[in-house]
């Protein structure tokens, strides 16, 4: 009997050693933060174990994410220092409501379908020159011949997130959420790519970030081409160095802010030509920014999308000039292409992979990701909105933590969801997804890892200045005032 | 790039030389109903992966449970000699049409509640002496007396089943489904426990089996006690001494039947000095029939259970005399009492554990499982049903049989949603939760699986008669005649 007690609490106690983060040794004062955010944590999950119904977070995101928000710890874990966003996309990172107020910019015209679901957008002095269904109308006129304003901005705002109430009968399936989700890019495609709005967008980006504590991005952009009225067209490079400028001036108007790197992420449904043209393009930017842009990847419905497996000799080729920070196994199928990717990925030594949630079915893949240390981009909420699994206690990162996976935190497209840039994710992942015996331990090395696993030339300044926040943060707990 | 096509093809074969059932080589005529299998379930996959909504599996089980019957595919997994069932609970496993049948036995009593939510039965000569909410009829005097017998059936009918048309909108969370789970049991307690009925109803249920390509069962039973006409009450000595002496007279009626063994599972939420009972009466059985009872093992919803770390003295006792199959980690919460089952079931030298549902979060125990061959008994169907994960590509048995885990299929309470024996459990694993590649090897190794690590003395009997079986059932594919 001895012996089975202590070969339990044994098993026990290697195995929690093994947890991302169980490395960390805390100190006096983040032991009491510690305790504060465990009893809240431990609250929260004892509340769901016992009655089920009542855990947010096994209910749709839509559902909860404003819930939660009133949480103490929620509102603990938005004023920790988060360290790096690795795994965001260009224009879905911002609220509709921000959305919405771009279109009360001036120039704006707007063209709906008949029946009103879809929209597109040009900013112009004139009349746009593309076909429309119905009829282009200047927004501002549109809006005050609608007679209610209200209601006619609650209508198009609809246009600028995938949130809906009855997200369970309309969003059936990956591919009914994804058409919603694309939907949404190319309604919004001209609106952002007004080259003031797309350098606003960028700039007003990232402020939101650094408000939810992320110290430094690396953004994912198609380098989609941008206008101006005077019917200037810009193509990607130009896009990049508006990347670039933004940053800088961002940098400028708040020095305690790393920046951004760029890596260029063009859409992966095409044919062999387009794809040599991408990479002329991204060989291109890199000859005139090398510190700005850092990697290529390939975006899109990944089951829907071309295998990476045809474009093996491009990429392969790619890669040695280039770093690669990969999508694959952003499905819940199981020996199809788009779950194959993950060999690809690694064979073509991406740096990072995106997503990975196929990657528990690998178990060599996952052996070869911890040996090469390949970092995995996991974005729960992401997950969980787009269909690949519904309660994010089962969403594959419990297992990648469990073993000290090299994981990090990242959150797709927040905006689209209407989700805080960081924060939702950080939350579900604490609360949902790891160990109930998961602590402030964790939390921390995911900041870290995102530090760790990022293009940043001079980690260690990262590092430093992410230690100073911490502390701060640690002490705000301490002494109740986050 | 030779390099990295080389690497891809390298790992992804020794991927899949991984899978359960790799080790197997099939003949020439496997190979050729292989390949018919296999067009068959890529033609299924393939359909799923571009239109995901028309995927009958990522439904819910019983919206697709009936329709998946048509497909040929299924069929031909319906005769596929399915080896053992190693899970299975007592008087869970026919359908509520064979419950509903048992109802117009003579001398039956029922007694509902107001509202009509819950029936009691009693077989009786005369008015049963239990206290009802309204009062005891006999059963064909109210079935007579309801003036619609068609309408009074199909309303009795659903005290039978837990299969509703708006599951996602009822069963809200685990414990809503329990709950009605559960129901059933208590509400037929007495149904079953008439001991002509309960002989009855488990011959029925090896029938049922046997008609579904199973050879042999090993049954969890709670040992209820029985009664009759004549006001005798009979303990669970008597109950274990029944199973026996059906077992063996089904035996004699289908010589072909390999026959059952008993694993005494009575209910996990009870105090230690009820456990104490427990081991004792256990123990009487064994004497009494150490060739029938194989092991012990405590059921009932996991989460809200007794943990089994509290039990763990007197489950240490009793594993020195008889086996434990120890239902562990049938849960989606991760560091909880529940989850961490699987820690006792591995310490205390289970031969297998009952789901395991919750293992993949578990490196060192997934290892020590191996280690040890304690097999899981992986119920896929009952864990969708009874809300652990929705879809079952998300079921971790993907990863289980991504890594030759020792895992075995098993149904659970197949009659209480409306399954076949084994033949769902097996379909659904089969297209859904294994790799697109995975083919007749994986079936036929869980088939083996079963075999080997049952409780049956003389397992080299059981393989060379399954041997003879799945020849015949390949050469009847090859032929068509399935």
């Known amino acids: 009997m001895q012996s089975v007690l202590e070969e339990r609490k044994d098993l026990l106690e290697r195995e929690l050693a093994m947890m991302v983060g169980n490395s960390i040794e805390l100190s006096d004062s983040e032991l009491k933060a510690n305790e504060i955010i465990m009893n809240l944590k431990h609250d929260e999950i004892q509340r769901g174990f016992l009655h089920p119904k009542q ?122 959420v994804w058409q919603k989700f694309q939907q949404y890019f190319i309604s919004t495609g001209n609106l952002f790519s007004y080259k003031p709005v797309y350098e606003q967008y960028y700039y007003d980006t990232l402020l939101e970030f650094r408000k939810d504590q992320v110290m430094y991005l690396e953004i994912r952009s198609t380098l989609q081409s941008l206008y101006d009225l005077d019917g200037n067209v810009f193509d990607a490079v130009e896009t990049a160095v508006t990347y670039k400028r933004v940053t800088e001036k961002f940098m400028k108007d708040y020095p305690d802010f790393f920046g951004a790197k760029l890596i260029y992420a063009p859409l992966k449904l095409v044919d062999k030509a387009t794809l040599q043209e991408y990479i002329r393009t991204a060989l291109l930017i890199q000859r005139l920014m090398p510190d700005f842009l850092v990697g290529f990847d390939l975006v899109g419905q990944e089951d829907l999308g071309v295998p990476l497996r045809e474009f093996l000799p491009e990429l392969a080729e790619i890669r040695e000039q280039l770093d690669l920070y990969l999508h694959a196994g952003e499905t819940n199928w199981y020996g199809t292409a788009s779950d194959e990717n993950l060999f690809d990925a690694v064979v073509l030594g991406a740096k990072r992979i995106g997503h990975a949630f196929a990657l528990t079915k690998h178990p060599l893949l996952m052996e070869e990701v911890k040996k090469r240390q390949i970092a995995l981009e996991i974005n729960v909420v992401s997950n969980s909105v787009l269909k690949l699994v519904q309660d994010p206690r089962n969403h594959p990162l419990a297992t990648y933590l469990s073993q000290n996976m090299p994981v990090l935190l990242s959150s797709d497209d927040p905006g689209v969801w209407e989700a805080l840039p960081m924060s939702h994710d950080f939350y579900v992942t604490f609360v949902a997804v790891a160990s109930r015996h998961a602590d402030l331990k964790l939390l921390k090395q995911l900041a870290l890892n995102s530090l760790y696993y990022s293009s940043y030339p001079e980690k260690h300044k990262l590092v430093h200045a992410f230690e100073i926040r911490w502390t701060k943060f640690i002490d705000a707990i301490v002494k109740d005032k986050w």
């Not at 855990?55 to 995101?61: A, E």
């Not at 997200?167 to 009914?176: K, R, S």
Request: some cysteine; glycine content about 2%.
């Open 55 to 176: 855990f947010n977070l096994s209910k749709h995101f839509f559902e909860y994410k404003d819930e939660v928000k009133k949480t103490k710890l929620f509102q603990i874990i938005q004023s920790m220092p988060k360290g790096a966003v690795l795994h965001a996309h260009d224009t879905g990172l911002l609220s509709p409501d921000y959305v919405l107020a771009l279109t009360y910019w001036e120039d704006l015209w707007v063209c709906w379908t008949e029946d009103k679901s879809f929209t597109e957008f040009y900013f112009s002095k004139i009349i746009p020159a593309f076909p429309c269904d119905t009829e282009w109308e200047l927004m501002s006129e549109a809006r005050y011949a609608s007679g209610d304003v209200e209601q006619f901005d609650a209508d198009l705002r609809k246009h600028f997130t995938i949130v809906i109430d009855n997200p369970n009968e309309v969003y059936t399936d990956v591919n009914a």
